[in-house]
């Protein structure tokens, strides 16, 4: 679903506060997920759980994120991308709260607490993405990079203040918990920035065209399948750089969580400056540069001799995969009368890297060892590689592609 701006009078303070919530609940959001990640491995160990039983467990985060995908549009629709916000906020305060306290008790209070964790991130994503564009129209400059960027520098913050936590022996049950008091109650209150949803015109076509057809549009599905590999990629760096440090460098906790927070940083410095490279060499050839860019790092990551060598893969892969899913989204968006039905296929395609990656890692990492079992994502970024000229712009005078 898009929305767009209206007639209503905004005045150039509101349109700057409501930047500056947008950008808040793309940190929030970032730190969020990151300081879960950064205690995986703790609660792995709490569990006893073996690598094929935590990527199942993993699993129920991308659960609650797709189901909320497919319902988030019509939530936001109903309720605007404000209250929607203030509500996954909530909603990712007590299931965070359930995940810090309940890991104590065994699977099923971690399955459930993660499963609307994942609920809450997703509609929480739709509705400040909308929420942004519409702070973006009001700007009349392209600020949208910058906000998922923004989802980045929360990433590092939670991974450096989770690196921290397990340094200084924090109880996971108590870390977890603050985060989720002071996320959920800071976007409580900053949500109140946001601008007024004003719903969008009818589509050019009439609204006739029916979503179905979308799936049968080729490039359409290679955007997606494009996007899923890339998805892949930085969704296994999240899930697993720190155990795979941990396990197979034989390092320490705090040491596996650094190398996770080197990732994310890496990411982060990706999207800050990608869309200048984008704009002066083109979506194709950055982005088969960045998945070449991404295989070295990882094939650097898995073989290296020692620690520091895997810390500079962790750099590179983290460099590598940071605008491939940016990039998908604004290539299926390059028709604006279309880019709603192409974005939910896009989209819908791209999660189920979430969804069937945590456990295809962790299953194979049962036989050849967390370490060894990343090398299916050099699969699909040889495949991202041979598909980047599905994204190349539909109006060829637009960009340098």
Not at 61 to 78: E, H, N, T, W
Not at 79 to 108: D, E, K, N, Q, W
Not at 128 to 144: C, D, F, T
């Given at each position: 679903?898009?929305?767009?701006?209206?007639?209503?009078?905004?005045?150039?303070?509101?349109?700057?506060?409501?930047?500056?919530?947008?950008?808040?609940?793309?940190?929030?959001?970032?730190?969020?997920?990151?300081?879960?990640?950064?205690?995986?491995?703790?609660?792995?160990?709490?569990?006893?759980?073996?690598?094929?039983?935590?990527?199942?467990?993993?699993?129920?985060?991308?659960?609650?994120?797709?189901?909320?995908?497919?319902?988030?549009?019509?939530?936001?629709?109903?309720?605007?991308?404000?209250?929607?916000?203030?509500?996954?906020?909530?909603?990712?305060?007590?299931?965070?709260?359930?995940?810090?306290?309940?890991?104590?008790?065994?699977?099923?209070?971690?399955?459930?607490?993660?499963?609307?964790?994942?609920?809450?991130?997703?509609?929480?994503?739709?509705?400040?993405?909308?929420?942004?564009?519409?702070?973006?129209?009001?700007?009349?400059?392209?600020?949208?990079?910058?906000?998922?960027?923004?989802?980045?520098?929360?990433?590092?913050?939670?991974?450096?203040?989770?690196?921290?936590?397990?340094?200084l022996k924090v109880p996971v049950t108590i870390h977890l918990s603050a985060v989720a008091v002071l996320v959920g109650a800071s976007t409580f209150v900053m949500v109140r920035a946001f601008l007024p949803d004003v719903p969008d015109e009818a589509p050019a076509d009439g609204g006739k065209r029916r979503f179905l057809e979308f799936w049968t549009e080729p490039r359409t599905l290679l955007i997606g399948v494009f996007v899923l590999a890339f998805a892949f990629t930085e969704g296994a760096g999240i899930d697993w750089i720190a155990v795979a440090v941990i396990d197979g460098y034989h390092t320490p906790a705090a040491v596996g969580t650094l190398a996770f927070t080197v990732f994310l940083t890496a990411m982060t410095v990706g999207r800050w400056f990608g869309p200048g490279l984008l704009d002066r060499f083109g979506r194709v050839l950055v982005l088969r540069a960045l998945a070449v860019i991404a295989l070295a790092g990882l094939l650097l990551f898995i073989f290296g001799p020692n620690t520091p060598t895997a810390f500079a893969g962790a750099l590179l892969w983290g460099t590598g995969a940071s605008l491939g899913f940016p990039v998908g989204m604004s290539a299926a968006s390059d028709d604006p009368a279309k880019a709603a039905g192409r974005v939910s296929v896009v989209a819908s395609i791209g999660y189920c890297a979430f969804l069937g990656g945590p456990p295809l890692i962790g299953l194979l990492g049962d036989h050849v060892s967390v370490l060894k079992a990343l090398i299916a994502i050099a699969v699909l970024l040889t495949v991202a590689f041979m598909l980047a000229g599905a994204i190349r712009p539909l109006n060829p005078e637009s960009s340098k592609d």
């Open positions: 679903m898009t929305l767009t701006t209206g007639p209503a009078p905004t005045t150039d303070q509101s349109v700057r506060a409501a930047t500056r919530a947008v950008y808040a609940a793309f940190i929030w959001s970032g730190m969020a997920m990151a300081s879960w990640a950064t205690r995986i491995p703790q609660i792995r160990d709490e569990l006893h759980l073996d690598p094929s039983q935590l990527g199942l467990v993993l699993v129920a985060i991308a659960a609650g994120s797709i189901i909320s995908l497919v319902l988030s549009g019509q939530i936001v629709a109903r309720f605007g991308s404000r209250a929607t916000v203030a509500a996954m906020a909530v909603l990712l305060t007590v299931s965070l709260i359930i995940v810090a306290g309940g890991y104590h008790l065994g699977v099923p209070p971690v399955v459930l607490g993660l499963f609307a964790f994942g609920f809450a991130n997703g509609a929480w994503d739709v509705a400040m993405n909308v929420q942004g564009a519409l702070v973006e129209r009001r700007l009349g400059r392209a600020i949208m990079p910058r906000f998922h960027a923004g989802y980045s520098v929360g990433t590092v913050a939670g991974a450096l203040i989770g690196t921290a936590m397990v340094a």
